[in-house]
């Protein structure tokens, strides 16, 4: 047996953006993050989707990660 107490653990639904035509990670970022350079951090939890920052597509949905 285990001494560890396993409390339920409701996780937000993830907050995602699905690209419209003429987004930019910088675009996005500075919406949602209130400063477009942080769109590495956008790029970094969407890596599996972004070969290039500077090529997404319009019907790509992104993770918006919480920003610390």
Known sequence: SSDLEVAPVVAPAPVTVT???GYTLWGIAKQNFGDGVLYV???EANRDKIKDPDLIYPGQVFT???VE
């Open 19 to 21: 690209v419209q035509p």
């Open 64 to 66: 918006i990660p919480a």
């Open 41 to 43: 951090q956008l790029f």
